[in-house]
């Protein structure tokens, strides 16, 4: 996985049928997707149950691009050696999730991962301050946690904007995660993001026997950014 700024659209199988994660993510794969964003929900730090890593692992045999574990749960050291395992290339966790974030980056990056850190629509940019010589992505969630299909947050733009500057040169993707439809991916990539995390957009109205579809999706929301056009 090397460096860059470049768009990447991540579909987040949430909004997939869970009866048929395998042909899924194939889909999704064949029909453009760079890549492929899973989230885990634990019933405790968000109100939401999802995937353990028996699943995540599951998932892997069928991803070739990046597979993208965004970790809402709490609490979250424990449980990264087994997603690692499970063949996350990189492996997100929340700074509201417990009181040793900085601990949680190095632990990721031990287990041979990339280390996200997130941040709730509530937490400050400059709460990621400390950990910017340590992390490969911040992930600026644009819905609280939890469901897709929420309503984007606008007051993240400015977060999203702070962070490009804090971030420099260094080599950290800025995520979003929450709401991206063509009426907002502009805006956010116009603030600095590059990676761009889609549930129901880009499921919506397709299935593995109407991919196209969600190529069309994906092709809506490149299309909305001016500096994706091709
Ligand atoms: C929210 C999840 C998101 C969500 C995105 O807790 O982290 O990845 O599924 O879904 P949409 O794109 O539908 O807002
Ligand atoms: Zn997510």
């Not at 991803?63 to 609490?75: E, K, N, R």
């Not at 116009?190 to 999706?217: C, E, I, M």
Request: with cysteine; charged share 15%; aromatic share 6%.
């Amino acid at each position: 996985m090397s460096f860059n700024r470049s768009i990447k659209i991540a579909p987040s199988i949430l909004s997939a049928d869970f009866a048929n994660f395998g042909a899924e993510i194939r889909a999704i794969e064949a029909q453009g997707a760079d890549w492929v964003h899973v989230d885990v929900m634990d019933g405790h730090f968000v109100p939401n149950l999802t995937f353990g890593p028996p699943a995540v692992a599951a998932f892997r045999r069928h991803v070739t691009t990046v597979m993208d574990v965004h970790l809402m749960i709490s609490p979250v050291d424990a449980y990264i050696e087994a997603y690692a395992t499970a063949g996350a290339d990189i492996i997100t966790a929340h700074v509201e999730a417990g009181p040793h974030i900085h601990r949680t980056m190095q632990a990721i990056r031990a287990n041979g991962a990339k280390a996200g850190v997130a941040l709730n629509p509530g937490t400050p940019a400059e709460a990621v301050g400390y950990l910017l010589d340590m992390v490969d992505m911040v992930c600026v969630m644009t819905v609280n946690p939890g469901f897709g299909g929420q309503k984007f947050i606008h007051s993240q733009i400015d977060k999203v904007s702070k962070l490009r500057a804090m971030i420099g040169d260094r080599p950290i993707h800025i995520e979003i995660d929450g709401g991206v439809t063509p009426e907002t991916a502009p805006l956010v990539v116009a603030a600095g993001a590059d990676v761009l995390v889609a549930g129901s957009a880009v499921f919506k109205g397709g299935s593995v026997d109407n991919p196209d579809t969600y190529g069309q999706n994906m092709r809506d929301i490149r299309n909305a950014i001016p500096s994706a056009r091709g």
